[in-house]
Nanobody, 116 residues
Framework: QVQLVESGGGLVQAGGSLRLSCAAS????????MAWYRQAPGKQRELVAR???????NYGDSVKGRFTISRDNAKNTVYLQMNSLKPEDTAVYYC??????????WGQGTQVTVSS
């Protein structure tokens, strides 16, 4: 059974920082590309950041230079360090694990709220 469990969300003031974690189980973590997506009320889910199994990263334009994705294969965990947070970063953040043909899995989401 595959599980992706996010943690680290919460309420923070604009300009502050949060670090999200996503602990994976039931998959060969090192072989999966891992990503963070977010969805704000009334908006479509959007890619925030992705890290491949090789460690290559890419980011959504709105978070470049502020957010950093990383992974620890020994801990089966992916992280999202979020700095200089803005009210428009408020959303539910979802962890995603993707391996072509093999599987595409989602976590339950964690709420991030940035107050102005």
């Amino acid at each position: 059974q595959v599980q992706l469990v996010e943690s680290g969300g919460g309420l923070v003031q604009a300009g502050g920082s949060l670090r999200l974690s996503c602990a994976a189980s039931g998959i060969i973590f090192s072989r999966y590309a891992m990503a963070w997506y977010r969805q704000a009320p009334g908006k479509q889910r959007e890619l925030v950041a992705r890290i491949t199994s090789d460690g290559n990263t890419n980011y959504g334009d709105s978070v470049k230079g502020r957010f950093t994705i990383s992974r620890d294969n020994a801990k089966n965990t992916v992280y999202l360090q979020m700095n200089s947070l803005k009210p428009e970063d408020t959303a539910v953040y979802y962890c995603n694990a993707l391996r072509a043909i093999i599987g595409n899995y989602w976590g339950q989401g964690t709420q991030v709220t940035v107050s102005s």
